[in-house]
């Protein structure tokens, strides 16, 4: 029993060579192309990750533009402030102006308003513009990965038929 685990031992070391340069071969085969493979699918996770941020930008100028467009209305809506009464003497003259420089440094002008209104839809089209550039390019570039990826694997996992692994 001792002498056929001897043999037994004997032809698993006059294997070993044969097997590790099978090995090496197999692995020196799959390397470069897996590392392509695994660089196109990085690429592919970035840009989506980049459509991502481009829908967020874009959905946060929709709204942006939609609540500034709203107060620009609301303003038109409003009704003319009334004349500044005269400016009289005394304790009350001076909170009335006082009063009144505070509540005119916090409320914007139509025409302020007009401006951010318009900025918020400039900045809308510029992010939907780059969103829809992003959708098109990825509607071509992204079917192209699925097949460079889909030929890549059958061409790794289904070899020629002289090679043996």
Do not use: C, W
Request: net charge positive; hydrophobic share 40%; glycine share 4%.
């Amino acid at each position: 029993m001792g002498q056929a685990f001897t043999q037994v031992g004997g032809a698993a070391a006059s294997l070993k060579a044969p097997t590790d340069a099978s090995a090496r071969s197999l692995a020196d085969a799959f390397r470069e192309p897996l590392k392509r493979a695994l660089e196109l699918t990085r690429v592919a996770k970035e840009t989506i990750d980049l459509r991502s941020d481009a829908l967020m930008r874009l959905t946060t100028a929709k709204k942006r533009a939609t609540e500034k467009r709203a107060l620009h209305e609301a303003k038109l809506r409003e009704p003319p402030p009334p004349p500044p009464a005269p400016p009289s003497n005394g304790f009350f003259g001076v909170l009335s102006a006082v009063t009144a420089k505070l509540s005119n440094a916090t409320t914007s002008t139509v025409e302020e308003l007009k401006a951010e209104a318009d900025a918020a839809e400039a900045a809308l089209v510029e992010a939907d513009e780059r969103f829809e550039g992003m959708k098109t390019r990825m509607r071509t570039e992204l079917p192209r990965l699925h097949a460079d990826l889909g030929a890549f694997y059958t061409n790794v996992f289904h070899p020629s038929p002289g090679f043996n692994i």
